[in-house]
């Protein structure tokens, strides 16, 4: 069975703490890797995509890495407005739908 | 403004009334879909369309039916309501890649509240 597992579900930093988000899954074939931001209230926001084991993708403070197990989104020096929750999503080859994880909460603090 | 726009946001309903809610994008995309947000079950996938005329069951297809009869709209149907659909519900578009297969960003409606009693 098709799984998206991402951890830890909640993070709590101080701003300008780095550290890290997990998104692991196990998907018969990947097509694709997406993450989104969503703020409380909000639809999911484009972050990244990314295809194949050993790319990378930066933006601002963000940086989302694959291997063919997981992903990493890495955030550097976050501040308050990064806090948000993370959602991580898959593409199999075999179709067009996408599994979402759990997503991750992330507070940072002042 | 490229957006993706649903309606009503907000709706209280009783069970066994339908009810239709829309999903309209003007970004000319081919894909769309709706998803249902649950607390601990995340972002789920009911249904999907890679154009007009296709549509495609996601994870939580049932109770559910969808349309594509024109690009820009993807309205979804719920014949016979239930409490157990009461959800926030988004829906979504993207462009389709080179390939016809890989997905583009997909950019999220403002999310529908849904509950049934």
């Not at chain 1, 194949?52 to 955030?75: D, M, P, Q, W, Y």
């Not at chain 2, 789920?44 to 007009?52: E, K, L």
């Not at chain 2, 309501?81 to 890649?97: E, V």
Request: proline fraction near 6%; charged fraction near 25%.
């Amino acid at each position: 069975e098709d799984q998206v597992t991402q951890s830890p579900e909640a993070l709590r930093l101080q701003e300008g703490e780095s550290s890290s988000l997990n998104c692991s899954y196990t998907v018969s074939g990947l097509r694709g890797l997406f993450w989104y931001r969503q703020d409380p209230g909000k639809g999911p926001e484009f972050l990244f995509t990314l295809y194949s084991a050993g790319e990378e993708k930066e933006k601002e403070r963000l940086k989302a890495t694959l291997t063919k197990k997981e992903s990493f989104l890495h955030i550097t020096a976050p501040k308050p407005e990064d806090s948000a929750t993370y959602l991580c999503a898959v593409q199999k080859t075999s179709g067009s739908r996408l599994t979402f994880g759990e997503g991750t909460q992330l507070t940072v603090n002042p | 403004e490229a957006q993706v726009t649903q309606n009503p946001r907000y709706l209280i309903t009783v069970t066994g009334k339908k009810l239709t809610v829309t999903c309209s994008q003007n970004m000319n995309h081919e894909y769309m879909s709706w998803y249902r947000q649950d607390p601990g079950l995340g972002l789920r996938q009911i249904y999907y369309s890679m154009n007009v005329e296709v549509t495609d069951k996601g994870d939580v297809p049932e109770g559910y039916k969808v349309s594509r009869k024109e690009k820009r709209n993807f309205p979804l149907i719920l014949e016979s309501p239930s409490p157990n659909q009461t959800s926030l519900y988004f829906c979504a578009s993207s462009f389709r890649g080179t390939s016809g297969r890989e997905l583009g960003e997909q950019y999220f409606g403002p999310g529908t509240r849904l509950t049934v009693t």
